[in-house]
């Protein structure tokens, strides 16, 4: 398996080869070549495994150019009960991703019992095991820049601590997260992972990665990359859990299922789309935004206008606060029918600040076909679906997944069940559940009063110089 840029114009390469890389040189973002299809065998006898096997079965049709053996221990490693156990005391651990039904044909699927409380960890601790395996073979290190506003920073920071040939270096605005939020990043006192808050915005801190990833001198010299949601390891990740959710709410493979999905990027639903170009039966992808409403616009009117960063506003799901949604490109290459000519088109309105409008296009018929539906929660939506989860059947779901059930109650199509992506828990944001139910969260033991462990955090203005200064003295020569 080959894998190709949705700009067309850069060449085919191997998984291993794109897993440490980002953009294509192209610009474009890597996709395979075809998708591997599943055939009915395959869906019978996949259907009883356990997550970890059902992994192996379903990345071993995309990483073909690592030994199955090498795969198998991987993904053996990366989802165990050990690793995925901060849910509920009701929660199934030995499910990884257990199924909770609300009421008949009304699911939601958790994703969010890994170290972090999000789903990122679903995919970031794949990321983590794969890299290190890559770098061990090449002899290779690799220096992780990024910026963070909450829940991807600690998903890569967990991922990657303790790994070998790998640093981490993440940006934060200072001040700007929960005390939670800052206390899961900054108690970390692993040796290869550094903290730093800078002073300014999250828009700050991901310029000064910018302009570090710009220098292209300066990032080879340094071997930096990184593990922003375009990685195609993670969107392969991803794919999986709509297998097993699918397997978990369905009798049969003769079903239908509608999935309903909190999202930002477009990278959690960009999998459920894989997923079904893979042959498995999903009846309807339903995509849920806050306020920022940028995806859902584009579903119902087929004109994709991006807001800019000082357009987009600051909501109680801050996980799904984007401007525009950088994953989007792998599904408008398949909508245009794999044509990358169209997407440069496309994408050189949207690099230069502008929007496309596929009505005039042969693909504003086809895009149907993607079995899509969208929706929009906003804030007081958020308060009033928590309050009703709590009231009805006793869950306690945050905002992000209440954005997800909101939309997805809405849009689902009759007759169809109904799975909620669960991508995080209450607890990672206490402030919006004490307004909606006048209670804080339960926490996990494990994180019973980490805001009072000793952190480790640099302050550093917004001043790239400074930035490159320090990542150099925390590279051994
Ligand atoms: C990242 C994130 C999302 C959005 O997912 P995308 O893959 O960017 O669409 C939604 N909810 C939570 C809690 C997240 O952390």
Redesign the pocket.
């Known amino acids: 398996m080959k894998y190709i840029s949705t700009r067309g114009q850069s060449p085919a390469k191997t998984f291993t080869e794109i897993l440490l890389a980002g953009l294509a040189p192209d610009g474009g973002l890597y996709l395979p070549e075809e998708y591997p299809q599943v055939t009915r065998a395959e869906l019978d006898a996949w259907r009883m495994l356990p997550y970890a096997d059902l992994a192996y079965a379903v990345l071993s049709k995309f990483a073909t150019d690592i030994p199955a053996a090498d795969l198998k221990a991987i993904v053996a490693r990366t989802y165990t009960a050990e690793v995925y156990n901060n849910g509920r005391a009701d929660s199934d651990f030995t499910q990884i991703t257990p199924l909770r039904t609300l009421s008949t044909g009304v699911h939601i699927l958790e994703l969010s019992n890994g170290p972090t409380l999000?789903?990122?960890d679903m995919a970031m601790q794949l990321l983590g095991n794969l890299f290190e395996y890559a770098l061990d073979k090449q002899h290779q290190e690799l220096n992780i820049l990024g910026a963070t506003s909450g829940?991807?920073g600690s998903a890569a920071e967990y991922a990657m601590r303790g790994k070998r040939g790998v640093r981490v270096f993440m940006l934060s605005p200072n001040g700007k997260m929960s005390a939670f939020q800052r206390a899961q990043m900054y108690s970390l006192q692993d040796e290869n992972i550094h903290n730093i808050a800078i002073n300014g915005m999250f828009d700050d801190a991901q310029d000064m990665v910018k302009a570090v990833s710009n220098d292209h001198a300066y990032k080879a010299a340094h071997k930096i990359g990184t593990v922003n949601?375009i990685n195609w390891g993670r969107v392969s990740a991803q794919i999986v859990y709509y297998f097993k959710g699918y397997f978990a709410a369905t009798q049969s493979n003769d079903e239908q299922v509608a999935f309903s999905v909190?999202?930002?990027?477009?990278?959690?639903?960009c999998a459920g789309h894989i997923a079904r170009m893979m042959g498995l039966p999903i009846g309807q992808l339903i995509l849920a935004t806050n306020e920022n409403d940028v995806l859902d616009e584009f579903f119902r009117t087929g004109s994709y206008r991006p807001r800019g960063t000082n357009h987009t506003y600051q909501t109680s799901?801050p996980?799904?606060d984007i401007s525009k949604a950088s994953?989007f490109e792998r599904f408008v290459y398949d909508l245009v029918g794999r044509d990358g000519e169209k997407v440069r088109e496309f994408w050189n309105k949207v690099d230069a600040g502008g929007a496309f409008d596929i009505k005039g296009n042969d693909c504003w018929h086809e895009l149907v076909k993607f079995k899509f539906s969208s929706g929009k929660s906003t804030h007081l939506d958020r308060l009033k679906t928590i309050r009703e989860l709590w009231e009805e059947y006793g869950v306690m779901v945050?905002p992000?997944t209440a954005d997800g059930l909101k939309v997805g109650l809405e849009q689902r199509r009759p007759g169809l069940p109904l799975i909620c992506l669960e991508?995080?828990l209450p607890a990672k944001f206490e402030e919006t559940i004490v307004e909606a139910l006048g209670r804080k969260p339960e926490r996990p033991e494990t994180m019973a009063g980490i805001e009072d462990l000793p952190q480790k955090v640099e302050v550093m203005d917004a001043d790239v110089m400074q930035l490159k200064a320090f990542i150099s003295a925390h590279i051994p020569n």
């Open positions: 999000a789903f990122k829940d991807t949601s909190p999202s930002g990027n477009f990278g959690n639903i799901s996980s799904m994953n945050d992000h991508t995080a």
